[in-house]
T-cell receptor
């Protein structure tokens, strides 16, 4: 089955620690995205990548970092510099940027205390 | 500025019809998407409109008026499983990124 996987589903960390969220897709999509979802707000774009070894900042990139070393993988690191890291993180992909719909992974709920 | 507005919450009865509205103001327009999201799960794609008019897909239909900056999602023959949040998103033609509304939580009552 083709799709996007994110792991783990739930993640707990202490304040001051960096944490990396994984995102893998086997859809052969070029473009991948990371969003953050908070209650009462629309999805906000953190980073996106249109091609391997290239990525761009979204609207709320501060305190986050990404890499795109393989087409299938787009991990997100939430650093200690992120002021409010507790949120639901969604990874998505699309065949190419600007082409039709994005497909989403199941999400990772990160809680930082 | 860029803005997407949807009602926060709506309630409807099983078997009935409900219309969820979305209004938008964006610097550029390259299509409007509707997604369904059950609590704690991933959004799933429902529909895409880029030209004015109605797109029908089974029990779900979506309408777009670009001149009015307006779209609606119409759900017919409501089922309990339709209880979810419905997200409206507009693709900005300047950078092809999606601008998301906060979503409309739809509650279906028996």
């Amino acid at each position: 089955d083709g799709g996007i996987t994110q792991s783990p589903k739930y993640l707990f960390r202490k304040e001051g620690q960096n944490v990396t969220l994984s995102c893998e897709q086997n859809l052969n999509h070029d473009a991948m995205y990371w969003y953050r979802q908070d209650p009462g707000q629309g999805l906000r774009l953190i980073y996106y990548s249109q091609i391997v070894n290239d990525f761009q900042k979204g609207d709320i990139a501060e305190g986050y970092s990404v890499s795109r070393e393989k087409k299938e993988s787009f991990p997100l690191t939430v650093t200690s510099a992120q002021k409010n890291p507790t949120a639901f993180y969604l990874c998505a992909s699309s065949a190419r940027q600007g082409v039709r719909e994005q497909y989403f992974g199941p999400g990772t709920r990160l809680t930082v205390t | 500025g860029q803005n997407i507005d949807q009602p926060t919450e709506m309630t409807a009865t099983e078997g009935a019809i409900v219309q969820i509205n979305c209004t938008y103001q964006t610097s550029g327009f390259n299509g409007l998407f509707w997604y369904q999201q059950h609590a704690g799960e991933a959004p799933t794609f429902l529909s895409y409109n880029v030209l004015d008019g109605l797109e029908e897909k089974g029990r779900f239909s979506s309408f777009l008026s670009r001149s009015k900056g307006y779209s609606y999602l119409l759900l017919k023959e409501l089922q309990m499983k339709d209880s979810a949040s419905y997200l409206c998103a507009v693709r900005d033609s300047s950078n092809y990124q999606l601008i998301w509304g906060a979503g409309t939580k739809l509650i279906i009552k028996p």
